[in-house]
Protein backbone atom coordinates (compact mmCIF):
# COMPACT_ATOMS: atom_id res chain seq x y z
CA UNK A 1 0.00 0.00 0.00
CA UNK A 2 0.88 3.46 -0.71
CA UNK A 3 1.68 6.36 1.80
CA UNK A 4 3.08 9.53 2.55
CA UNK A 5 4.92 11.14 5.52
CA UNK A 6 5.38 14.64 6.59
CA UNK A 7 6.76 14.69 9.99
CA UNK A 8 6.54 18.21 10.34
CA UNK A 9 3.06 19.24 11.44
CA UNK A 10 3.79 22.97 11.64
CA UNK A 11 7.43 24.85 11.05
CA UNK A 12 7.95 28.54 11.18
CA UNK A 13 10.47 30.35 9.04
CA UNK A 14 11.19 34.36 9.06
CA UNK A 15 10.95 35.52 5.77
CA UNK A 16 13.29 35.69 3.40
CA UNK A 17 14.69 32.85 4.80
CA UNK A 18 15.01 29.52 3.26
CA UNK A 19 12.49 26.77 3.62
CA UNK A 20 12.77 22.74 3.27
CA UNK A 21 9.26 20.76 3.79
CA UNK A 22 10.35 16.95 4.39
CA UNK A 23 8.36 14.52 2.86
CA UNK A 24 8.85 10.45 2.54
CA UNK A 25 6.91 8.09 0.72
CA UNK A 26 6.12 4.54 0.63
CA UNK A 27 5.28 2.79 -3.00
CA UNK A 28 6.06 -0.55 -4.89
CA UNK A 29 7.28 0.81 -8.00
CA UNK A 30 8.17 4.20 -9.43
CA UNK A 31 6.25 6.73 -7.94
CA UNK A 32 4.56 9.65 -9.47
CA UNK A 33 5.33 12.66 -6.36
CA UNK A 34 3.27 15.51 -5.94
CA UNK A 35 3.60 18.71 -3.93
CA UNK A 36 0.20 20.99 -3.49
CA UNK A 37 -0.41 23.85 -1.11
CA UNK A 38 -3.72 25.20 0.37
CA UNK A 39 -4.31 28.42 1.28
CA UNK A 40 -7.23 28.99 4.34
CA UNK A 41 -10.54 28.03 2.69
CA UNK A 42 -9.05 27.04 -0.73
CA UNK A 43 -8.32 24.43 -2.83
CA UNK A 44 -5.54 22.85 -3.59
CA UNK A 45 -3.28 24.13 -5.83
CA UNK A 46 -0.25 21.98 -7.43
CA UNK A 47 3.23 23.47 -7.14
CA UNK A 48 5.16 21.01 -8.60
CA UNK A 49 5.29 16.92 -9.83
CA UNK A 50 7.66 14.30 -10.58
CA UNK A 51 6.93 11.59 -12.92
CA UNK A 52 10.42 10.49 -14.08
CA UNK A 53 13.74 11.81 -15.17
CA UNK A 54 15.66 14.67 -13.63
CA UNK A 55 14.85 14.60 -10.05
CA UNK A 56 15.44 17.97 -9.21
CA UNK A 57 12.22 18.92 -10.52
CA UNK A 58 10.89 22.91 -10.13
CA UNK A 59 7.67 24.08 -9.82
CA UNK A 60 5.59 27.37 -9.28
CA UNK A 61 6.46 30.27 -6.88
CA UNK A 62 10.11 29.58 -6.95
CA UNK A 63 9.75 26.23 -5.29
CA UNK A 64 11.57 23.33 -6.14
CA UNK A 65 12.07 19.32 -4.59
CA UNK A 66 14.04 16.93 -5.14
CA UNK A 67 13.67 13.00 -5.36
CA UNK A 68 16.03 10.40 -3.88
CA UNK A 69 15.17 7.29 -4.14
CA UNK A 70 17.22 5.43 -2.01
CA UNK A 71 15.88 7.80 0.68
CA UNK A 72 12.32 7.24 -0.72
CA UNK A 73 12.01 11.09 -0.29
CA UNK A 74 11.08 13.87 -2.04
CA UNK A 75 11.14 17.26 0.09
CA UNK A 76 10.52 20.71 -1.21
CA UNK A 77 12.60 23.77 -0.96
CA UNK A 78 12.57 27.48 -1.52
CA UNK A 79 15.62 29.64 -1.14
CA UNK A 80 14.09 32.54 0.04
CA UNK A 81 10.45 32.59 1.78
CA UNK A 82 7.82 35.71 1.19
CA UNK A 83 5.28 36.15 3.86
CA UNK A 84 2.16 34.68 1.18
CA UNK A 85 3.76 31.55 1.62
CA UNK A 86 1.97 30.96 4.62
CA UNK A 87 -0.29 28.33 4.00
CA UNK A 88 -0.67 24.59 4.48
CA UNK A 89 1.80 21.96 2.42
CA UNK A 90 0.36 18.68 1.16
CA UNK A 91 2.98 15.57 -0.22
CA UNK A 92 0.91 13.16 -2.50
CA UNK A 93 2.53 9.44 -4.29
CA UNK A 94 0.27 8.51 -6.58
CA UNK A 95 0.77 5.95 -9.55
CA UNK A 96 -1.31 3.83 -12.03
CA UNK A 97 -2.47 0.44 -10.10
CA UNK A 98 -5.15 -1.46 -11.04
CA UNK A 99 -6.80 0.55 -13.88
CA UNK A 100 -6.51 3.72 -11.80
CA UNK A 101 -4.81 6.46 -10.12
CA UNK A 102 -5.89 7.31 -6.41
CA UNK A 103 -3.35 10.21 -4.99
CA UNK A 104 -2.27 9.41 -1.54
CA UNK A 105 -1.35 12.33 0.90
CA UNK A 106 0.54 12.95 3.53
CA UNK A 107 -1.31 14.77 6.67
CA UNK A 108 0.39 18.06 5.78
CA UNK A 109 2.64 20.74 6.97
CA UNK A 110 1.49 24.03 8.20
CA UNK A 111 3.71 27.05 7.25
CA UNK A 112 3.88 30.02 9.07
CA UNK A 113 5.95 32.93 7.97
CA UNK A 114 6.91 35.57 10.69
CA UNK A 115 7.17 39.19 9.29
CA UNK B 1 -8.17 29.45 -10.64
CA UNK B 2 -7.70 25.56 -11.90
CA UNK B 3 -10.92 25.35 -14.45
CA UNK B 4 -13.00 22.91 -11.98
CA UNK B 5 -15.92 23.98 -10.76
CA UNK B 6 -17.81 22.39 -7.88
CA UNK B 7 -21.21 23.43 -6.54
CA UNK B 8 -22.71 24.40 -4.20
CA UNK B 9 -19.53 26.15 -2.09
CA UNK B 10 -21.06 25.37 1.03
CA UNK B 11 -24.04 22.83 2.13
CA UNK B 12 -25.87 22.95 5.54
CA UNK B 13 -27.94 20.04 6.30
CA UNK B 14 -29.41 17.70 8.93
CA UNK B 15 -28.53 14.11 10.16
CA UNK B 16 -30.15 11.76 7.98
CA UNK B 17 -30.64 14.20 4.99
CA UNK B 18 -29.53 13.10 1.42
CA UNK B 19 -27.67 16.15 -1.03
CA UNK B 20 -25.17 15.57 -4.40
CA UNK B 21 -22.45 17.60 -4.60
CA UNK B 22 -22.00 18.58 -8.23
CA UNK B 23 -18.06 18.94 -10.35
CA UNK B 24 -17.33 20.10 -13.93
CA UNK B 25 -13.88 18.90 -14.88
CA UNK B 26 -11.13 21.26 -16.89
CA UNK B 27 -11.85 21.30 -20.42
CA UNK B 28 -10.75 18.32 -22.08
CA UNK B 29 -9.92 16.38 -19.00
CA UNK B 30 -11.60 12.76 -18.71
CA UNK B 31 -11.15 11.85 -15.68
CA UNK B 32 -12.50 13.07 -12.04
CA UNK B 33 -12.22 12.10 -8.58
CA UNK B 34 -13.74 12.34 -5.33
CA UNK B 35 -11.68 13.25 -2.35
CA UNK B 36 -12.91 13.76 1.37
CA UNK B 37 -10.89 16.50 3.21
CA UNK B 38 -11.81 16.63 7.34
CA UNK B 39 -9.54 16.94 10.51
CA UNK B 40 -9.47 13.68 11.44
CA UNK B 41 -8.76 11.54 8.56
CA UNK B 42 -7.14 14.34 6.55
CA UNK B 43 -7.18 14.06 2.64
CA UNK B 44 -8.81 10.58 1.60
CA UNK B 45 -9.17 9.78 -1.70
CA UNK B 46 -13.06 8.15 -2.59
CA UNK B 47 -13.67 7.56 -6.02
CA UNK B 48 -12.34 8.29 -9.71
CA UNK B 49 -14.53 8.12 -13.20
CA UNK B 50 -12.54 7.94 -16.60
CA UNK B 51 -14.64 8.76 -19.53
CA UNK B 52 -17.93 7.50 -17.74
CA UNK B 53 -16.80 4.52 -16.18
CA UNK B 54 -15.75 3.61 -12.41
CA UNK B 55 -11.67 2.98 -12.42
CA UNK B 56 -10.37 3.20 -9.00
CA UNK B 57 -12.26 2.70 -5.61
CA UNK B 58 -10.98 4.41 -2.07
CA UNK B 59 -12.75 4.04 1.29
CA UNK B 60 -15.88 5.31 0.10
CA UNK B 61 -19.07 4.20 2.39
CA UNK B 62 -21.60 2.56 0.94
CA UNK B 63 -24.27 5.56 1.49
CA UNK B 64 -21.87 7.40 -0.21
CA UNK B 65 -21.99 7.19 -4.51
CA UNK B 66 -20.92 8.68 -7.68
CA UNK B 67 -21.70 8.99 -11.48
CA UNK B 68 -20.10 10.79 -14.15
CA UNK B 69 -22.11 12.17 -16.89
CA UNK B 70 -21.28 11.91 -20.78
CA UNK B 71 -20.73 15.50 -20.50
CA UNK B 72 -17.85 14.43 -18.26
CA UNK B 73 -19.49 16.39 -15.14
CA UNK B 74 -19.63 14.68 -12.09
CA UNK B 75 -21.92 14.31 -9.16
CA UNK B 76 -21.29 12.91 -5.85
CA UNK B 77 -24.27 11.40 -3.54
CA UNK B 78 -24.01 11.44 0.23
CA UNK B 79 -27.32 9.61 1.67
CA UNK B 80 -28.31 9.27 5.50
CA UNK B 81 -25.96 11.81 6.45
CA UNK B 82 -24.25 11.73 10.03
CA UNK B 83 -22.55 14.11 11.81
CA UNK B 84 -19.53 12.56 10.41
CA UNK B 85 -19.55 13.67 7.10
CA UNK B 86 -19.14 17.04 7.79
CA UNK B 87 -16.14 17.92 6.13
CA UNK B 88 -14.63 19.28 2.72
CA UNK B 89 -15.14 17.27 -0.54
CA UNK B 90 -12.87 18.09 -3.51
CA UNK B 91 -13.45 17.10 -6.84
CA UNK B 92 -10.20 17.06 -9.00
CA UNK B 93 -9.61 15.93 -12.98
CA UNK B 94 -7.07 15.18 -14.90
CA UNK B 95 -6.20 14.42 -19.23
CA UNK B 96 -5.93 11.04 -18.96
CA UNK B 97 -6.09 8.52 -15.87
CA UNK B 98 -2.71 8.93 -14.92
CA UNK B 99 -1.52 12.38 -15.29
CA UNK B 100 -1.34 14.90 -12.67
CA UNK B 101 -5.10 16.20 -11.15
CA UNK B 102 -6.47 19.69 -10.71
CA UNK B 103 -8.18 20.80 -8.15
CA UNK B 104 -11.55 22.31 -7.30
CA UNK B 105 -12.62 24.69 -4.51
CA UNK B 106 -14.15 22.29 -3.03
CA UNK B 107 -17.99 21.78 -1.15
CA UNK B 108 -18.27 22.49 2.26
CA UNK B 109 -20.44 20.57 3.80
CA UNK B 110 -21.96 20.89 7.59
CA UNK B 111 -24.34 18.21 9.36
CA UNK B 112 -26.27 19.78 11.99
Known amino acids: AQSVTQPDIHITVSEGASLELRCNYS??????LFWYVQSPGQGLQLLLK??????LVQGIKGFEAEFKRSQSSFNLRKPSVHWSDAAEYFC?????????????FGTGTQLKVEL | DSGVTQTPKHLITATGQRVTLRCSPR?????VYWYQQSLDQGLQFLIQ???????AKGNILERFSAQQFPDLHSELNLSSLELGDSALYFC???????????FGPGTRLTVL
Open chain 2, 92 to 102: ASSMGGSDEQF
Open chain 1, 27 to 32: YGATPY
Open chain 1, 50 to 55: YFSGDT
Open chain 1, 92 to 104: AVGGFTGGGNKLT
Open chain 2, 27 to 31: SGDLS
Open chain 2, 49 to 55: YYNGEER
